[in-house]
T-cell receptor, first 120, second 115 residues
């Protein structure tokens, strides 16, 4: 079963506008973590933001924020004031932290990714 | 601090040849992961280690693939014999377990082309 779903293969946004990248997940584990990574055309994987399942507040890191809706099992990434350098692939990922549920601790599973293009 | 170091950055080989990819994790990290990235399948977890012990190799595609971690500072992913469908970017990543939201630090990847 698909654990991480990113339904937007591609998105575009005007420079300086905000954009939301969607991510839904599926788990029975009450303890898990959600991550977003950026992969620019150079290929490296860059960590952006993390949200724990027990965190009460939505995570924020500079221009990045995570819109965490636990009941809906969604963890959308919001990028405010888009910049040309934000053009990249964005991956949502989940780590189930219970050995009982995941059968293995610390396994990070990625979604298919969303390609974001920022237009001037 | 040095990040995760992978070598080589690029590897071009012919079908049937043995390929060995290398990874040096960040010092002190106790988890090491091997991922493969292709256009068709995205980022797939192949295998991961905890304290040098393989924990889950269910993602290894077939017996042609093997991975080792002889010590805390070195891991290899070997493909023997290689096939054109193995062409992909192979990432190594490491993390330090502190019980929750530890991010993975990725290497720059090895671009493998099997002709």
């Amino acid at each position: 079963a698909q654990k991480i779903t990113q339904t937007q293969p591609g998105m575009f946004v005007q420079e300086k506008e905000a954009v939301t990248l969607d991510c839904t997940y599926d788990t029975s584990d009450p303890s898990y973590g959600l991550f977003w990574y950026k992969q620019p055309s150079s290929g490296e994987m860059i960590f952006l933001i993390y949200q724990g399942s027990y965190d009460q507040q939505n995570a924020t890191e500079g221009r990045y924020s995570l819109n965490f809706q636990k009941a809906r099992k969604s963890a959308n990434l919001v990028i405010s004031a888009s910049q040309l350098g934000d053009s990249a692939m964005y991956f949502c990922a989940m780590r189930e932290t219970s050995f009982f549920f995941s059968g293995g601790y610390n396994k990070l599973i990625f979604g298919a990714g969303t390609r974001l293009a920022v237009h001037p | 601090d040095a990040g995760v170091i992978q070598s080589p950055r690029h590897e071009v080989t012919e079908m049937g040849q043995e390929v060995t990819l290398r990874c040096k994790p960040i010092s002190g990290h106790d988890y090491l992961f091997w991922y493969r990235q292709t256009m068709m399948r995205g980022l797939e977890l192949l295998i991961y280690f905890n304290n040098n012990v393989p924990i889950d190799d269910s993602g290894m595609p077939e017996d042609r693939f093997s991975a080792k971690m002889p010590n805390a500072s070195f891991s290899t992913l070997k493909i023997q014999p290689s096939e054109p469908r193995d062409s992909a970017v192979y990432f190594c990543a490491s993390s330090l377990n502190r019980g929750g939201g530890e991010k993975l630090f990725f290497g720059s990847g090895t671009q493998l082309s099997v002709l």
